[in-house]
């Protein structure tokens, strides 16, 4: 009986002190930076803009998980050089789960994150080639629906402002298979956020 009551009462400490650690955070985020659209035939460069929402659970002083949703946008056109090119332009839904360690617990200083990122196409590009009008890949979508991806993260806590460095890396081929494609794309970033965390 003794030893029951200290195993409850061991318990009812460990939970009452973890109960004192653990807090909700929201956060919300904006970026933007490059995107490495990369597919069988070579790599091309164009912008990546964010904007999300993030909810922050901490587990330890040092130690969150934080899961979101996101709108990111990519294109490739302001850094298209050639002339009748058929630049990509895509808007994916993201859904982030990311583990983050903070360095300095809820002071300022550096936090660390990596985790897998669920993307949804939520604005498909079509094929366009101007030199044959009547090809059969004309008007059918480039990307399939779903893809998964990483996101790392480095980021600098000051005050209610973390500011730093993430990237999306695509791990899945997110090129549609058709009759007439049988290719690769694979959609990275890296940019610059700034996060607002209350």
Known sequence: MKRTFLIMLLLTGILAANAQVKKWEHNIYLSGGLLI???????????????????????????????????????????????????????????????????????????????????????????????????????IDKLKNFGLGLQPSVFYQIGKFRIGAEAYVGLTNMEKKTAHTNGSHYIHDTVVTVQFHF
Do not use: C
Request: no cysteine; aromatic share 12%.
């Open 37 to 139: 659209n990369k597919t069988n035939s070579g790599s091309d460069t164009g912008l990546s803009a964010r904007i999300g929402y993030g909810l922050n659970r901490y587990f330890s002083e040092k130690f969150s998980v934080m899961a979101g949703v996101a709108l990111r946008n990519v294109t490739e056109s302001p850094f298209s050089s050639k002339d009748g090119s058929d630049d990509d332009k895509f808007t994916f839904l993201d859904i982030p789960i990311v583990a983050q360690y903070h360095m300095a617990g809820q002071d300022n200083g550096w936090v660390f994150g990596l985790g897998p990122v669920l993307s949804f196409t939520a604005n498909n590009d079509t094929y366009n080639i101007d030199a044959i009008p009547d090809s059969p890949l004309n008007h």
